[in-house]
């Protein structure tokens, strides 16, 4: 998958995560992966009968294949892992927010953007779920690189009741939830401060409020 800095235009109809920026990650797993990927790539182009024309061979992975094989190893790598909550960001109202504080609840942070379609796309069903679930959930959305200037407007229009957090240059954040291939990722932290789940990609309602009574 390839990550980008710039904003492109929001893509309403994609399924899957969408590119997120950079994060300059150093972890092991990461260039692994993606030598991975990209050796894949050689073999489609030079396999007999393919002439470059991007169309795997039978039996061979297609990219996308391979991508979502390393964001599927990657999510289940992380159950079980302390969550990382020792970080204090802005929330879009220069407001700072301890991710520690929220331990004792269940925690659903959620890596998303403004120009995210599928970001877009779930944003009813956070909201939907943090008033079902007041009193034992927290949903912490975490935007990769939007400015406080585009989160402010888009929080209100979509009615947005929970935490919207910056991580606008915060890439140690992103880099303690990751390697972060695109958005949106969703994690689930049980009130032990242990990651239940990391989502990457779409999720539905069903899909997390399963994640969060596990949690209760």
């Known amino acids: 998958m390839t990550m980008q800095s710039e904003h492109p235009e929001p893509v309403e109809t994609s399924d899957g995560p969408q590119p997120g920026p950079p994060s300059g990650y150093g972890r092991t797993v990461a260039w692994i992966a993606t030598g991975a990927v990209g050796l894949v790539l050689v073999v489609l182009l030079l396999s007999p009968g393919n002439g470059g024309s991007g169309t795997a061979p039978a039996g061979v992975p297609t990219e ?43 925690i659903l942070l959620n890596f998303w953007a403004t120009w995210c379609g599928p970001c877009k796309a779930e944003i009813p069903a956070l909201v939907e779920l943090q008033t079902q679930y ?13 400015t ?23 890439e140690d954040v992103q880099e303690a939830y990751g390697p972060l291939w695109g958005i949106p990722v969703s994690v689930f932290i049980g009130r032990d ?24």
Do not use: C
Not at 78 to 98: R, Y
Not at 159 to 168: E, F, K, Q
């Open 134 to 146: 007041a009193d034992d959930l927290v949903v912490l959305g975490l935007s990769v690189d939007d």
């Open 193 to 216: 401060g242990v990651i239940h789940k990391k989502h990457s990609g779409i999720g539905t309602k069903e899909q997390f409020e399963r994640e969060i009574k596990a949690l209760l």
């Open 64 to 106: 996308a294949e391979i991508a979502a094989a390393v964001d599927a190893a990657e999510d289940a790598n992380a159950a079980g892992s302390p969550a990382q909550l020792g970080f204090t960001l802005k929330d879009m109202n220069g407001v700072d927010v301890s991710l520690a504080s929220f331990k004792g609840k269940v």
């Open 148 to 170: 406080v200037e585009q989160l402010r407007p888009y929080a209100a229009e979509y009615a947005i009741n929970y935490p919207v957090l910056v991580g606008n240059g915060r």
